[in-house]
């Protein structure tokens, strides 16, 4: 455990020359368990190693099972995930896609590479999940889909946005990267909508370094899912044979033998960090201009923490910028980072609305994505929000308390900080 540090608002700032406040690093993740190697060695042993492993199937049995529907698909990652939901509920290209401009891009490479157009929905200042009072007004005759992201773990109100695409004929399909296990109202992430996707990357609640999942409780869907990313096979057609469009985008063995017996694990681990994100809410509600948000939400009957989200305020702090806090913050063995940027403002956006097939469907339209403007995510992007990731969350509270003591540091000198951080 760290030593304390008292009267941290006494030193020099650590930017500045000063002593942090933490100098002992936070728990690293993924955490490699005995068990994963034993389960490894057992892959090794079957040469069983792709496709066709038992260990496969049983891995999306268990893990549908565990979401709460009759059907999983597994696959390369979170971003081909969605690519896969989106063959699979029939989106075609031209089709617009309406979702959060606060996430990372893998939510909408997808989309692009159908040829179908991605539009934006601005997010909430109470939460950054996608504002639902502006969701309607974003729909047209066009519209074919709608992917609400959980970001961080916390869930979208899944009621109101099902009720939505009921009412206009919508697909649904859950950005469930950053929330397995999470719940709204007791039904998980992944059982609300047509589809679900998931993502097993190195830093999430789950991971096998790569990989994702689609789940769903459509047959039909779950036939797309199987063909979308198994070379367009269909169940019960030969093996070569490819009636359906399709790439190769299967799970290994080695992949869902780390995956299974985490499903195991996952509440558990999910219950730590939000009983940890409670204490860090109610630890910095003593420090005036800062606050973590979304840590306790009416309706999510279930938190996966995957990152604390905070809200920035710059004109407590002296004028310190939210760059300026979060280099600072860094500098004391604080773990915090900017976020997301405006999703619409990357370069690959921009290329791909220059793409010969794409341009003129988005200029008879009108969309042009240099003109987007979102203000909420451009505040909370650029002046407002930080965070932190879930591995602060798998210690004590004690290794929490840092995080105060650093703010309360940083705030105490925030004038000379201002003045000497580029």
Not at 135 to 152: D, G, K, M, N, Y
Not at 355 to 361: K, S, T
Not at 380 to 387: C, D, I, K
């Amino acid at each position: 455990m760290p030593t304390p540090v008292l009267h941290a608002t006494q030193g020099s700032p650590a930017i500045l020359g000063g002593e942090p406040v933490r100098k002992t690093p936070y728990p690293e993740w993924p955490d490699p368990k005995p068990w994963m190697l034993d389960a490894l060695k057992e892959v090794w042993a079957s040469r069983e190693w792709g496709v066709g492993a038992p260990i496969i199937d049983t891995f999306e049995e268990k893990w549908a099972e565990y979401v709460g529907v009759r059907y999983s698909g597994s696959c390369v990652n979170g971003t081909e995930a969605i690519t896969v939901a989106l063959r699979a509920v029939g989106v075609k290209q031209g089709d617009e896609v309406l979702t959060s401009p606060y996430t990372f891009i893998g939510t909408i490479t997808p989309i692009m590479s159908m040829g179908a157009v991605p539009k934006f929905v601005d997010i909430s200042e109470s939460d950054y999940l996608m504002d639902l009072d502006k969701l309607e007004a974003a729909i047209t005759e066009r519209t074919r889909a709608i992917i609400p992201v959980h970001i961080a773990g916390c869930m979208v109100d899944m009621e109101r946005v099902c009720a939505i695409a009921e009412k206009h004929n919508l697909k649904v399909i859950e950005d469930c990267a950053q929330a397995p296990g999470a719940e709204w109202k007791g039904r998980k992430a992944g059982a609300w909508g047509h589809a679900g996707t998931f993502s097993f990357q190195t830093s999430k609640n789950m991971s096998s370094g790569e990989g994702g999942s689609v789940t769903t409780d459509d047959p039909e869907i779950a036939d797309g899912v199987f063909a979308a990313k198994n070379c367009g096979r269909t169940r019960e057609g030969v093996w070569y044979g490819h009636s359906r469009f399709g790439s190769n985008l299967r799970l290994s063995a080695w992949q869902a033998a780390l995956l299974l017996g985490q499903i195991d694990t996952l509440d558990e681990e999910n219950s730590l960090r939000h009983k940890n994100a409670l204490y860090l809410e109610s630890i910095l509600r003593g420090i005036e201009g800062v606050e973590a948000i979304a840590v306790d939400v009416e309706g999510v009957t279930r938190h996966a923490h995957h990152l604390v989200l905070f809200r920035y305020d710059s004109s407590k702090f002296e004028g310190l910028t939210r760059d300026q806090f979060t280099k600072a913050a860094q500098a004391e063995g604080i773990p915090v980072g900017n976020g997301y940027v405006p999703i619409y403002t990357q370069g690959c956006v921009r290329e791909y609305a220059s793409w010969p097939f794409i341009a003129p469907l988005l200029k008879a339209r009108g969309i042009d994505y240099s003109k987007v403007s979102c203000p909420v995510t451009e505040r909370v992007s650029r002046h407002e929000g930080f965070w932190t990731h879930m591995n602060v969350l798998m210690g004590g509270a004690s290794e929490l308390d840092s995080f105060a003591e650093a703010f309360r540091k940083i705030q105490h000198h925030a004038g000379d900080l201002k003045r000497r951080i580029e």
